[in-house]
């Protein structure tokens, strides 16, 4: 694998102009789910962890499943706030952070796309997330190197994300909820663990639409 300075000499750049087809082009989750093979799993488990480790970001950053439940019209983005993610309309504003309600949208899950690090989902917040480009430069040239970038994106987390939930889709708001007795839901974001043991697991799930369309288990420990 080449060297962080060989990486940072031709650094894949931020977008700082979002693309409603960062978000509109990504597949839907029972088509993301069918990529999700053992050689898949066993890279996400593999040089993507390491990755996180060597970098020291496993407590912010995660690895998601590429795909989307519904098409967002020109002028709105996906945006989080709480449990709920849902189209905010920005109208004309196209920069990837906006400031708005005495807070700002910001960045959190990004994806490569075109050469670039293109933003597909946000969140509100306070104030705005500080992201690391050289690691982010590095994570999607290694996911590009073993032909992932079509199946994996990297996403920044915080104190909302501390449990495992389960995401799902109600007309266009996608909503956090308990698991509880659900079945049938297909993992969609992982995180990295130091212990060898524990080396990564799922902390979301998503619950298919139209009933369930897990046709495989690979869970990573």
């Given at each position: ?47 993507i962890r390491q990755l996180f480790l060597d970098h020291e970001v496993q407590d912010h ?161």
């Open positions: 694998m080449a060297t962080v300075s060989a990486f940072s000499s031709h650094p894949f750049q931020l977008d700082t102009v979002y693309d409603p087809a960062a978000y509109n082009t990504l597949p839907s989750l029972g088509k993301a789910h069918s990529l999700m093979t053992e050689d898949v799993m066993a890279k996400l488990q593999g040089p950053y995660g690895v998601c499943l590429l795909h989307n439940h519904f098409q967002i019209p020109n002028g709105q983005r996906l945006v989080e706030h709480g449990p709920v993610s849902l189209p905010w309309d920005l109208g004309d504003e196209n920069k990837n952070t906006v400031l708005k309600f005495d807070g700002v949208i910001a960045p959190r899950s990004i994806r490569l796309l075109d050469g670039k690090l293109a933003p597909f989902e946000f969140s509100f917040s306070l104030t705005e997330p500080q992201l690391n480009s050289e690691f982010l430069t590095e994570a999607f040239r290694t996911i590009q190197d073993l032909g992932l970038h079509g199946v994996f994106g990297v996403r920044y987390f915080d104190k909302h994300d501390t449990q495992l939930s389960v995401e799902i889709t109600q007309g266009t708001a996608n909503v956090m909820i308990p698991r509880g007795s659900l079945s049938g839901l297909i993992d969609a974001f992982w995180v990295f663990n130091q212990d060898e043991d524990d080396r990564c697991h799922c902390r979301e799930q998503c619950f298919p639409q139209g009933g369930s369309e897990h046709q495989k288990n690979h869970s990573c420990g």
